[in-house]
Nanobody, 120 residues
Framework: VQLQASGGGLVQAGGSLTLSCAAS????????VAWYRQAPGKQRESVAR???????YYSDSVKGRFTISKDSSNKKAYLQMNNLKPEDTGVYYC???????????????WGQGTQVTVSS
């Protein structure tokens, strides 16, 4: 089972994008999820997290503009990004703890990245 991040693209400053993180096969649930981004020449940084109980964390740079959530089935996670800025440009990755259909638990699995480019 792989985690797949999708929804990236090219958008003008002030625009919006919604990223999704989902498993490549059916699973029981996605539990805690974190989104990271990596700009060219920079280290990967944490952007937002949501715990299994729903508690959320945002970095100061995205607070008030980004919203992390999970769908009601707990099988997919989202990162709604509003009022995007050129400095939001980068490859966005999801990392998740998840539970398989046989109730095995997996931790800190990374998905492949999705490119977000914000033009000024």
């Amino acid at each position: 089972v792989q985690l797949q991040a999708s929804g990236g693209g090219l958008v003008q400053a002030g625009g919006s994008l919604t990223l999704s993180c989902a498993a490549s096969e059916n699973i029981f649930s996605i539990n805690a999820v974190a989104w990271y981004r990596q700009a060219p020449g920079k280290q990967r940084e944490s952007v937002a997290r949501i715990g299994s109980s729903g508690n959320v964390y945002y970095s100061d740079s995205v607070k008030g503009r980004f919203t992390i959530s999970k769908d009601s089935s707990n099988k997919k996670a989202y990162l709604q990004m509003n009022n995007l800025k050129p400095e939001d440009t980068g490859v966005y990755y999801c990392r998740a703890d998840w539970t398989s259909l046989s109730y095995a638990r997996y931790f800190d699995q990374w998905g492949q990245g999705t490119q977000v480019t914000v033009s000024s």
